[in-house]
């Protein structure tokens, strides 16, 4: 690569960087570590985390230098705006720490939704009253909410030393990427903020925190040291909920595969073949994928969006080396995740071609945060459209088409005609515009009553329950319409990550939106999304991820008659609509309402109906755009309309265009209902698929919320 190349191929691919033979050790955070004291205290604040989407954790320390004979309870609030935007702010995230008489340290963590400005500052107060020493001033950090350019995907190594990460990635592929510089000079800035290593006492303990990452990738020796500790549990039920975790030093024989498995509760593989040691439950990447450019990944040139692969496709490379005999690594979903277990002990010493064949196999969709979720919070949300609640929200089309035809009959001639008549025209100077005053009412009245004042809620989820791990892992999406915004807002536990889904990006010091942490005493963490989260008659979505243990589920068990048949008991708290069940010897039953707490006998049926049934349902409730809309419309209008706003934003938007039919939840909704090619036999055996009236995952927000049009899927295994 050299200084003449074309602009376009001097750019970087969009995905982790770093060049092999290098030895780049990439550890840049945004935020900064804070210390301050006063009032008895010395107070530390971390705000150094990945920027991005999710949710930036800020560990604080309150550390007593002088005895405290009382309790005392602090307030801090983390507000973030953009720089010269006065005091309007984006977000303002608050929480108490108590303190207790006597006691020593105490270490709490700000959880704080990442849709940043340019600068923060945090705020101490007790009582009300501001402690002024304990406070961080205005801080600049153009890197809280980097944008699309530094969207790539974002790992996270837990090693007891920092992480060579040159030959981890090194996807520069020839003809594209940027001028490499000297080893140990500063690294390009498109490649920051892709690497940071933590030791593991240092691994957040919720999973919440890692919500912005895109890979953890550990030792097999370090994920058995953590996995019985609460930071273990964590990282597993991130993993879970749609995370993708790379486990190292398996064996060149995959001979600890079966120690990862029971490490991270997946069900037991068995070899298909000794001599080759495949497994059945293991996916080895495709052989044809080695030594091809990366794909599905796009960079961002500042005037564009471009396909790294299509833009390399016809530049001359040399030719790669043939693919080896045996992959360096597999991969398995673990719920709606992705386990990837790499024989080498050294994760981080593969080729340049074998960091592309992982890439590849794995794809951009699991790999890139924003395709993972459907949902980007840069760019326009076109998908909005296609899932709102129907009729609610809409103008009053055939009233105001009969309103003002009677309007028009009566207030002209039918009211001249009378005026005449009668010999009082001059009253048309108090009737009209008092007629249409009227109308006017009318037609807000109308609107009024037709879309009610209450909150409306429409809900589209899947679950992925394993009852033999006693988890589930809910992805949904939220719809809501509310007359009159919730006096108390939006509260959910603290372990739903609720993301917002916006048509239109607003510009962040428009709005104002507060979050407020409560920890109680025996409900658990609350998250309450106070103030600017939800507004009176606007259409507002959500996509919540939720990860948790669980007890319920359906107790499945043969027919006492010996009928060959299923008896199954609904334990899942709510009532089962259609319920499709493949046993352990592969067939399939089915039956249709069971409710809560009663027991059924399923009907035995063929393949072909149980896939029939699945596609029918999945297609009765796909998400429809209105009539006369379509996506590429819809997208293309918001193009037009952001024009002026990409030019000034001078660097574009960087990732693809968001869609739902990329996320984790679609994709997993697909799959398990057989709607994806290529064709393969409906649910696994031993699991279930139940549609169901509500989800026991998905929480509403506020209890005045009224579901309509919802959809509630549960994959179950047992």
Sequence with gaps: MNATQSPRTTRLVLALVAVSNFGWTVEALAGQLHRCSGAGLVMTFDTRWFPGPGYRPIPIEVRP??????DRTLTVEFLSRDAGSDNRYCVRAAQDID???????????????????????????????????????????????????????????????????????????????????????????????????????????????????????????ELRGIAKTQAGRALLRWTEAGGNLFVFGIGSDWQRLPNLEAIVGLRQSKPESEGERQFSEWVPPDPKQFGEPLKGFVADDGYGLYDVAAETATEKKPEPPPAPDRAHFLYRDDGMGTVVAFAPADLFAG????????????????????????????????????????????????????????????????????????????????????????????????????????????VRSFTQLDQRRGEAVCWSRLSYYAGLAPRGGLTFSGDVAAIPLEYAQPDPGSRGRDVFWLLGKGTGTTQHLARGWLRARTPTQFITLRARPVDYGLSIEPAADGSGSLMVENRLGTRIRE?????????????EVIPTGQAATLTKVEPSRAS??????????????????????????????????????????????????????????????????????????????????????????????SEEASFHAILGQW
């Excluded at 003809?175 to 490649?191: C, K, S, T």
């Excluded at 499709?580 to 592969?586: I, M, N, Q």
């Excluded at 679609?666 to 696994?684: D, H, I, N, W």
């Design 65 to 70: 230098v002088t005895p405290q004979n009382t």
């Design 99 to 221: 303190l207790p008489a006597g006691s020593g340290p105490v270490r709490a963590v700000l959880r704080v939704p990442q849709s940043l400005g340019a600068e923060y500052r945090i705020r101490t107060s007790e009582d009300g009253l501001l402690l002024r020493t304990l406070c961080v001033p205005d801080t600049i950090d153009p890197d809280a909410n980097p944008g699309p350019r530094r969207s790539f995907p974002k790992f996270l190594a837990v090693a007891s030393t920092s992480v060579d990460a040159g030959n981890l990635v090194a996807v520069l592929a020839d003809g594209f990427g940027i001028a490499i510089p000297q080893a140990g000079a500063p690294l390009p800035v498109d490649a920051e903020f892709t690497m940071h290593t933590v030791t593991a006492a240092e691994l957040p303990l919720n999973w919440l925190d890692y919500s912005n990452l895109d890979v953890v990738c550990l030792s097999l020796d």
């Design 351 to 458: 080729s340049e071609h074998d960091s592309r064949w992982l890439f590849n196999a794995l794809g951009s969709e699991r790999l890139v945060w924003s395709q993972r979720h459907g949902v980007s919070l840069h760019r326009d949300n076109a998908d909005f459209w296609n899932f709102l609640i129907p009729g609610v929200g809409l103008p009053p089309l055939t009233a105001f088409r009969l309103l003002i035809t009677l309007f028009v009959v009566v207030i002209g001639p039918v009211n001249y005609y009378l005026l005449r008549r009668w010999g009082r025209l001059h009253l048309l100077l108090v009737i009209v515009p008092a007629s249409a005053a009227l109308i006017t009412l009318a037609l807000f009245g109308y609107a009024l009553i037709a879309d009610g004042l209450g909150t409306r809620v429409r």
């Design 579 to 591: 319920l499709v069940v493949r046993s352990s010897d592969g067939g399939y039953f089915a039956a």
């Design 612 to 705: 029939s049934r699945l596609l029918t349902i999945a297609g009765q409730h796909a998400p429809q755009f209105p009539p006369g809309t379509d996506r590429q419309s819809l997208a293309a209008a918001a193009a037009s309309r952001n024009y002026r706003r990409f030019v000034y934003r001078a660097g574009g938007y960087g990732d693809v265009e968001p869609n739902q039919a990329t996320s984790r939840l679609e994709k997993s909704l697909a799959s398990a209902t057989g709607s994806v090619l290529p064709a393969r036999p409906p649910l696994a055996p031993g699991s279930y698929f139940a549609v169901v009236d509500r989800s026991p995952e998905v929480e509403l927000g506020t209890p005045s919320a």
